[in-house]
């Protein structure tokens, strides 16, 4: 790749000066308040792609939020690789504890600061500049489709029929994404296997208004302490999860396999310092890794009701809520888990409460082999720029649309990840190492060259 080291660092203020116009724009998918945030995080991906060279570059309708489409066909012999990517973000909340505004990016201490930093903003666009500059150079050594959608962080409900309708549009041999992590810094990993996810939303509901806690206290159920009772339940002693079936379509991983899972770089302590906890936590018999890589799971993420803001008021509340998602390991299926559990969770509510289960989101797990010419030339290109070959590793985290990318379109996606676990997504304080975002910028036009190599053999 003639000068791609000079032409990143040429250019190296220009593009995170471009990267911080996106940070800007709050696009947060799952607020109705952002819609046209969305429209215009949307129209500057196109406008972008389009600044860069890519050709057909149009804004399509969903009916959700849009999707981005661009290509850019040097030869329709060669291979066609589909990059695919998010603009929207998850939202903000609670705005107290960010250490800078989460819509005003800042590079502190080396890292870019701001939601979507990371999750994908940053990531996405490394691709972007990684195609100016093969674009620019005339080094382009394949085809190259952009494809990038705005609800992936409320589980990309509107992109499976989007694919459906635009298959030829879509037709490629490899779909490349970057959305995921390394296992460590200066450790390249591919992401081999993603967890599925059911997310769904509870309300116990009890009396038919808010109750004075005194005069009805200790004689009628208090639905936030029947929600927390529940909810504990889900789990027993050895933090496996309760609902009856549940484990039924999990796959045991051979002992050959775990021990190689066991060989990936990873320190326990310094994990638990990151977090500032005294000890980890989850199913006995398995290890950290294992626990967020070949194992379930389910945590309640949030959960409220009654008297919240500032002050005491002694109500007895009518309702309590939660919203709680299930990790789930492939062959487990996403609709089958929510339906076990919203049958489960009904079943083990007292008859002095009502029960609603209401099913958010989800998708299926995905698992790719390490054996393909996509692994391969992902390894190669990350053993250009790193100096090792990247370490197959299976994530905890789940990006349903991949899996169903398969089944639409009947090809493989290659996960080449360069966050960081401690780049605080989904949280405040968001943010992304600039030696990644440039480090990512210099890797992925490897992977274009030595796929279109070794695809050609």
């Given at each position: 790749m003639k000068d791609l080291k000079n032409y990143i660092e040429t250019n190296r203020e220009r593009f995170l000066n471009e990267l911080f116009e996106l940070l800007r724009i709050p696009s947060i998918s799952s607020k109705e308040a952002h819609k046209e945030d969305m429209i215009k995080a949307a129209e500057w991906v196109k406008d972008k792609l389009a600044?860069?060279?890519?050709?057909?570059?149009?804004?399509?309708?969903?009916?959700?939020?849009?999707?981005?489409?661009?290509?850019?066909?040097?030869d329709p012999s060669l291979p066609t690789v589909l990059v695919y990517g998010h603009y929207d973000v998850q939202p903000v909340e609670p705005l107290e504890l960010w250490k800078s505004k989460p819509f005003e990016p800042e590079i502190r201490d080396g890292k870019i600061w701001a939601r979507g930093a990371d999750d994908d903003k940053g990531q996405m666009y490394m691709h972007f500049k990684a195609f100016e500059y093969l674009n620019s150079t005339n080094q382009l050594p394949c085809n190259i489709k952009f494809m990038i959608e705005g609800e992936e962080e409320i589980g990309s409900p509107s992109l499976g029929a989007f694919c459906e309708a635009n298959k030829e549009?879509?037709?490629?041999?490899?779909?490349?994404?970057?959305?995921?992590?390394?296992?460590a810094k200066d450790f390249p990993s591919i992401t081999t296997g993603l967890r599925g996810l059911s997310?769904?939303?509870?309300?116990?509901?009890?009396?038919?208004?808010?109750?004075?806690?005194?005069?009805?206290?200790?004689?009628?159920?208090?639905?936030?302490?029947?929600?927390?009772?529940?909810?504990?339940?889900?789990?027993d002693e050895k933090n496996r999860i309760t609902v009856k079936g549940?484990?039924?379509?999990?796959?045991?991983?051979?002992?050959?396999?775990?021990?190689?899972?066991?060989?990936?770089?990873?320190?326990?302590?310094?994990?638990?310092?990151?977090?500032?906890?005294?000890?980890?936590?989850?199913?006995?018999?398995?290890?950290?890794?294992?626990?967020?890589?070949?194992?379930?799971?389910?945590?309640?993420?949030?959960?409220?009701?009654?008297?919240?803001?500032?002050?005491?008021?002694?109500?007895?509340?009518?309702?309590?809520?939660?919203?709680?998602?299930?990790?789930?390991?492939?062959?487990?299926?996403?609709?089958?888990?929510?339906?076990?559990?919203?049958?489960?969770?009904?079943?083990?509510?007292?008859?002095?409460?009502?029960?609603?289960?209401?099913?958010?989101?989800?998708?299926?797990?995905?698992?790719?082999?390490?054996?393909?010419?996509?692994?391969?030339?992902?390894?190669?290109?990350?053993?250009?720029?790193?100096?090792?070959?990247?370490?197959?590793?299976?994530?905890?985290?789940?990006?349903?649309?991949?899996?169903?990318?398969?089944?639409?379109?009947?090809?493989?996606?290659?996960?080449?990840?360069?966050?960081?676990?401690?780049?605080?997504?989904?949280?405040?304080?968001?943010?992304y190492p600039l030696d990644n975002f440039f480090k990512g910028i210099e890797t992925i036009p490897y992977f274009y060259k030595h796929y279109t190599e070794m695809k050609g053999k």
């Amino acid at each position: 790749m003639k000068d791609l080291k000079n032409y990143i660092e040429t250019n190296r203020e220009r593009f995170l000066n471009e990267l911080f116009e996106l940070l800007r724009i709050p696009s947060i998918s799952s607020k109705e308040a952002h819609k046209e945030d969305m429209i215009k995080a949307a129209e500057w991906v196109k406008d972008k792609l389009a600044a860069d060279g890519a050709e057909n570059a149009e804004v399509l309708s969903t009916n959700g939020h849009p999707v981005v489409y661009a290509d850019k066909m040097v030869d329709p012999s060669l291979p066609t690789v589909l990059v695919y990517g998010h603009y929207d973000v998850q939202p903000v909340e609670p705005l107290e504890l960010w250490k800078s505004k989460p819509f005003e990016p800042e590079i502190r201490d080396g890292k870019i600061w701001a939601r979507g930093a990371d999750d994908d903003k940053g990531q996405m666009y490394m691709h972007f500049k990684a195609f100016e500059y093969l674009n620019s150079t005339n080094q382009l050594p394949c085809n190259i489709k952009f494809m990038i959608e705005g609800e992936e962080e409320i589980g990309s409900p509107s992109l499976g029929a989007f694919c459906e309708a635009n298959k030829e549009k879509l037709k490629c041999d490899v779909i490349l994404v970057s959305d995921t992590a390394m296992i460590a810094k200066d450790f390249p990993s591919i992401t081999t296997g993603l967890r599925g996810l059911s997310y769904v939303e509870v309300k116990v509901k009890g009396p038919k208004r808010d109750l004075h806690s005194g005069l009805f206290g200790g004689a009628v159920a208090n639905p936030i302490n029947i929600l927390c009772d529940m909810i504990s339940s889900l789990t027993d002693e050895k933090n496996r999860i309760t609902v009856k079936g549940f484990y039924d379509d999990v796959l045991e991983i051979p002992e050959n396999e775990r021990k190689e899972m066991a060989k990936a770089p990873f320190n326990l302590e310094e994990y638990k310092k990151e977090l500032d906890i005294e000890e980890v936590y989850g199913e006995e018999g398995y290890t950290t890794l294992e626990r967020v890589g070949i194992r379930p799971s389910l945590d309640v993420n949030g959960i409220w009701g009654g008297h919240t803001e500032k002050g005491a008021k002694t109500v007895l509340p009518s309702e309590a809520h939660a919203k709680i998602s299930m990790r789930l390991v492939p062959n487990q299926d996403s609709k089958k888990i929510t339906e076990l559990f919203g049958k489960h969770f009904k079943a083990i509510a007292p008859k002095s409460v009502k029960v609603d289960v209401e099913f958010l989101h989800g998708g299926e797990g995905y698992v790719a082999p390490s054996d393909t010419v996509e692994f391969q030339a992902a390894s190669k290109a990350f053993e250009e720029t790193f100096g090792q070959k990247a370490i197959p590793v299976k994530s905890g985290g789940s990006i349903p649309i991949i899996a169903l990318f398969e089944k639409a379109l009947g090809v493989k996606s290659i996960l080449m990840g360069f966050g960081l676990e401690s780049d605080a997504i989904h949280s405040p304080n968001e943010n992304y190492p600039l030696d990644n975002f440039f480090k990512g910028i210099e890797t992925i036009p490897y992977f274009y060259k030595h796929y279109t190599e070794m695809k050609g053999k």
